[in-house]
């Protein structure tokens, strides 16, 4: 029984050595990685709203930095919401710097939230919170949005989704 | 960690007995309320529930997460058993609030004559962002005299290691996360990569670990590290290396590490202090944490304090209330408070009425922001109590100067 075994295991590491030495046949090719900025659904969470916005599979070791919009051109708008009540809060280490809410109509806002460690390549960056007047609903204007690494450049290549209920979030890629 | 937005929790677990029907079955419903004393009163309900079902060698279990009024984050599925010397563990993810099934993994693992071998295989629907993929993966490890051999040759997957940490689903409203060890990288299969490690290889003074990863585009790495290496003069430093070639690079990485022992109930929380691109320059040991600690029978009583809150901050208590460097919170995923500077605590594990444990916490926070009296800016309170070998009782409050920031109670039962 032993012996047997012994064999088996020996057999499978030559498979393997030899899987390792035939290599690819053609059958490997990596999708391309496309950078994505992730607006959520408003999630009522009790007599409140919120809308938590992500990043996925950002390039150059990730975003350290993210400005939406600006006092002149901001990039957040609004949906039957008290402009009164949005509170924005960092996530995964991200700190709001400045923020700034304009009652419109339309109700619009703009902030720069900055993280000073290790950048974040996939997960939450930003939340944002308020109270509503209806079914509330927030957009972002992609051309008046920012990403910035550490390096320091912008991220470049990036799309906004508002589409995707779930993604993932990989880390540790050797 | 009981959320700052003044969501109060109350945790009730609801089980409904059921009849065995051949197999054993058992299970929780875990149901949480919010109420905020301070706001509007209930502010959340969170259901959580998990029921698992024994049949023979196999469990089956499931297990999901509703966060009413309306958001089914989602249902998981698992199968985990063995028979004879191979085991099994299956699981399937689905997101029923968009009735899109999300991910599947199974693997299948034996020892035989020393030899342990896995194989991995998982597959991503395209109802994940980064998806669609799937793939397997087969890890063989073994040992031979004093070296480990651990052999994972990659067909469309990878598995999750010392250097590789899986795959985690996220749930973009709410930030929930699933975690599981086989990511598949592509849609697709044939083979992508062959990672082989070999452990405690003796080289005169120490032992080397190497590792060699071939995927399809070739060559992308061997690396060779050893870790602890003690410099005889100054016992409380010692180096961990790293030295990598990659095709067109190589790399070598120092990382000296202060090893300052243990001092009964005093622990400081240090690391050295020099340019972070230049290891060669060591410019001194920065202190950023201090704790006392000192059990007292049942009781325990700690006093946390952290000394560099721009880079450090305490975890929660879900995190053992430890000081943790921010980018290692995030990384690993655990939760800090990034304003406060001290907690003292007090903490209570005694035997129950009821072949259970009664346990309290108090946890109190200062914060320099705060303009209440010694700077306290919260209180954390929990507590666990058994009334009866089944049925458990919980209670948790967090308070802010402001007044009682959540209330959180609860019943567990075992069934």
């Known amino acids: ?174 | 960690m009981i959320g700052r937005s003044g969501i109060a929790a109350v945790l009730l677990l609801v089980c409904a007995a059921a009849p065995a029907v051949a197999g054993t079955l058992s299970g929780e419903t875990s149901l949480w309320i919010g109420i905020d004393p301070l706001g509007a009163g209930l502010e959340a309900l969170d259901l959580g529930f998990g029921v698992d079902y024994t049949l023979g060698a196999v469990t089956l279990s499931t297990d999901g997460l509703l966060i009413l009024p309306g958001t089914w984050v989602w249902q998981g599925f698992s199968a985990v058993g063995r028979v004879g010397g191979y085991g099994l563990t299956t699981n399937v993810l689905f997101g029923p609030s968009t009735t899109d099934y999300l991910y599947a993994e199974a693997i299948v693992d034996l020892s035989i004559a020393g030899i342990d071998v896995a194989w991995h295989a998982a597959q991503l629907s395209d109802a994940v962002l980064g998806g669609p993929a799937d793939g397997w993966a087969l890890r063989i490890a073994g040992s031979v005299g004093v070296l480990d051999l651990v052999s994972i040759s990659e067909f469309g997957a990878r598995i999750e290691d010392d250097e590789f940490d899986g795959i985690t689903i996220v749930h973009a409203a709410t930030g929930e996360e699933r975690h599981y060890a086989t990511d598949p990288v592509v849609p697709g299969q044939g083979f992508t990569g062959e990672k082989l490690s070999l452990r405690g290889l003796p080289f005169c003074c120490a032992d080397i670990d190497t590792r060699l990863y071939f995927s399809c585009a070739g060559f992308e790495y061997v690396s060779f590290g050893v870790t602890g290496i003690e410099v005889g003069a100054v016992p409380w430093l010692k180096f961990d290396v790293d030295l990598t070639f990659q095709l067109q690079t190589k790399s070598l990485a120092l990382a000296p590490r202060l090893s300052l022992g243990e001092v009964l109930c005093v622990e400081l929380y240090a690391e050295l202090d020099g340019d972070a691109f230049s290891v060669l320059s060591l410019d001194g040991i920065r202190f950023y944490g201090v704790e006392l600690a000192c059990e007292l029978g049942p009781v325990t009583v700690r006093d946390v304090v952290v000394l560099d809150l721009n880079r450090y901050a305490i975890t929660t208590e879900a995190y053992g209330s430890v000081v943790e460097r921010r980018t290692d919170a995030i990384d690993d995923g655990h939760d800090v408070y990034p304003d406060y500077w001290e907690m003292f605590s007090i903490a209570y594990c005694g035997d129950g009425c009821c072949a259970g444990d009664l346990t309290f916490l108090l946890n109190v926070y200062f914060d320099e922001a705060s303009t209440s009296l010694f700077d306290w800016a919260m209180t954390h309170v929990e507590a666990k109590a058994p009334l009866g070998e089944q049925f458990r009782f919980t209670l948790g409050m967090e308070a802010l100067p402001i007044g009682v920031d959540s209330l959180t109670f609860g019943f567990h039962v075992d069934w």
């Open chain 1, 1 to 174: 029984m032993t012996w047997k075994a012994t064999r088996l295991g020996s057999i499978l590491l030559l498979v393997g050595l030899m899987l390792t030495l035939t290599a690819c046949f053609g059958h490997w090719f990596t999708p391309p990685q496309v950078a994505v900025l992730i607006v959520g659904p408003p999630v009522q969470v009790g007599g409140r709203y919120e809308v938590l916005i992500s990043v996925a599979d950002m390039p150059d070791g990730g975003v350290a930095g993210i400005q939406l919009g600006t006092v002149a051109q901001r990039a957040i708008e609004f949906a039957n919401v008290d402009v009164g009540t949005i509170v924005a809060e960092g996530q995964s280490g991200f700190r709001v710097t400045a923020q700034d809410y304009a009652a419109g109509p339309p109700v619009e806002g703009c902030l720069i939230a900055v993280y000073g460690g290790a950048p974040i390549v996939s997960g939450p960056v930003l939340k944002l919170s308020f109270e509503a007047t209806g079914v509330p609903a927030v957009t972002l204007d992609d051309t008046r949005i920012w990403l910035a690494n550490d390096t320091p450049t912008w991220i470049a290549g990036w799309s906004l989704d508002t589409g995707p209920a779930y993604y993932t979030k990989k880390v540790g890629t050797r």
